[in-house]
Nanobody, 120 residues
Framework: QVQLVESGGGLVQAGGSLRLSCAASGRAFSSYVMAWFRQAPGKEREFVGRINWHGDGTYYADSMKGRFTISRDNAKDTVYLQMNRLEPEDTAVYYC?????????????WGQGTQVTVSS
């Protein structure tokens, strides 16, 4: 079992930056591939990107490339999402998720989410 808790969300003006954190507890954090998703009001959940066990490999949705960066610190059991040049369309609840394997569609553990609101 892994428990995930996101933090760092808030209100930011368009063009600004935020860094989200996801702290994990439970089983060995470095055993998990970590991912970020987001869900805007009235829309389906959207994949943002994922990072491998050691933090030296990432994969992003095409629409997220260039502005969003995922990193992790296994010593702190934490994964981060750095978001730059934010746009109102980035307004959503952001979730982190964990699974054992790099490929696949299912994530086994989810956080409760953190709200990000970008004002124009």
């Amino acid at each position: 079992q892994v428990q995930l808790v996101e933090s760092g969300g808030g209100l930011v003006q368009a063009g600004g930056s935020l860094r989200l954190s996801c702290a994990a507890s439970g089983r060995a954090f470095s055993s998990y591939v970590m991912a970020w998703f987001r869900q805007a009001p009235g829309k389906e959940r959207e994949f943002v990107g994922r990072i491998n066990w050691h933090g030296d490999g990432t994969y992003y949705a095409d629409s997220m490339k260039g502005r969003f960066t995922i990193s992790r610190d296994n010593a702190k059991d934490t994964v981060y999402l750095q978001m730059n040049r934010l746009e109102p369309e980035d307004t959503a609840v952001y979730y982190c998720a964990a699974r054992m394997g790099w490929n696949g569609s299912k994530y086994d553990y989810w956080g409760q989410g953190t709200q990000v609101t970008v004002s124009s």
